[in-house]
């Protein structure tokens, strides 16, 4: 990224990071004009230039403000600005000019029968067809490498499941319970051994990687954290609750076809059951994850909302394509690190 994005964005995390940004800004405004000049030309940069620098820099602030939702078990001061009114404002600038970007990157047509069209979906998606960038995974990726795919995953991986924590209150439902059960699966059933994090956390730990989260931030590509935040915008907009539940269907009906890979490469390195563990437990789990999100979340719901039920779709469809691209510039990211490697 280049300096110009790095000293903005040192100095946005400061702002952050400050005990009263809003009266900070108060007492001075030219504060926000200046950041708000700077990141409104990276953004529009981004998005008509496609550039992947202006890319990165808006989606890591996007992915600060994005955190301040979750608690990170640190210092209580972090927090301080997690209602501020000024990062209320940009996040929804931001996220209103890329969402409708990113909606533009796909093409949908509204299905007329939407529980067909799920279906279909699932059914595909459940057996896929091997990708080139799956096949590499599998068959080619260096020791090295497959270090590299678990540091930008821990990003998530460490996290996991923490958006759909944020759509389970409201009034009781069987839809509610179900994704509560998920979430509960996911959580190991209160148990800290069994919760999914863990064993990505143990996987980290075995290849002698740091499992702190967010340890390998710098790492991460623009894609992969387009990603993130695109799970935190359809998860915390009620209105877009159709839209999330489309992705997480996707996601849990995937995950078995996309991680085995990522295990068979594993195996194929010689590593230790704990360095592949994560990838096991969701191949399991996330097969029977995905038929309860079919049956019991995303086919009750197209029945109640008639109308409004091909979001469902557009959820799953835009799902599909942030993974797949974000998967994609992993494997640009292995590969680049491998190269460097062979290099000296």
């Known amino acids: 990224m280049p300096l110009e994005y790095k000293k903005t964005e040192s100095e946005f995390i400061e702002l952050i990071n400050c005990d009263d940004l809003d009266e900070k800004i108060l007492a001075d405004p030219h504060i926000a004009e200046n950041l708000n000049e700077k990141i409104q030309s990276a953004l529009k940069k981004s998005l008509s230039d496609d550039d992947d620098s202006a890319h990165l820099f808006v989606q890591r602030c996007l992915y600060k403000i994005n955190r301040l ?6 210092d209580l001061k ?8 000024f990062l209320f404002d940009l996040q929804s600038d931001i996220e209103n000019q890329w969402s409708a970007w990113e909606e533009k990157q796909i093409i949908i047509d509204r299905p ?10 699932v059914k595909e998606d459940l057996d896929p067809e091997l990708s080139e960038d799956g096949r590499y995974i599998r068959d080619h990726v260096s020791d090295e490498g497959y270090r590299r795919l678990l540091a930008i995953a821990s990003l998530d991986g460490l996290v996991e499941a923490s958006q759909l924590s944020r759509v389970l209150g409201g009034a009781s439902s069987e839809v509610q319970l179900m994704l509560t059960r998920i979430l509960w699966e996911e959580y190991g059933s209160g148990k800290m051994e069994r919760k ?3 064993f990505f956390a143990a996987m980290m730990d075995g290849m002698g990687l740091d499992s702190r989260p967010e340890a390998y931030f710098d790492l991460v590509p623009w894609e992969v954290l387009a990603n993130i935040n695109h799970s935190f915008m359809v998860s915390e907009h009620k209105r877009k609750f159709l839209r999330y539940i489309g992705g997480l269907l996707y996601i849990e009906v995937s995950v078995p076809g996309s991680f085995i890979n990522n295990k068979l490469a594993g195996e ?3 590593l230790s059951p704990e360095a592949i563990s994560y990838w096991d437990i969701h191949i399991k789990e996330d097969i029977r994850h995905g038929q309860w ?3 019991d979340v995303a086919l009750p719901l197209v029945e109640k909302y008639e109308n409004d039920a091909w979001e469902i779709v557009l959820g799953y469809d835009q799902q599909k394509y942030l993974s797949s691209r974000a998967f994609s ?3 640009d990211s292995i590969q680049n690190c491998e190269n460097a490697v062979m290099q000296g």
């Open 268 to 270: 194929r390195l010689g």
């Open 69 to 74: 939702k979750l608690f990170w078990d640190d």
């Open 112 to 121: 007329k029968d939407v529980t067909r069209a799920l279906c279909e979906r």
């Open 293 to 295: 999100m079919l049956d």
């Open 329 to 331: 510039s992993v494997v």
């Open 78 to 85: 972090n927090y301080s600005n997690e209602n501020s009114r």
């Open 196 to 198: 999914h994090s863990t």
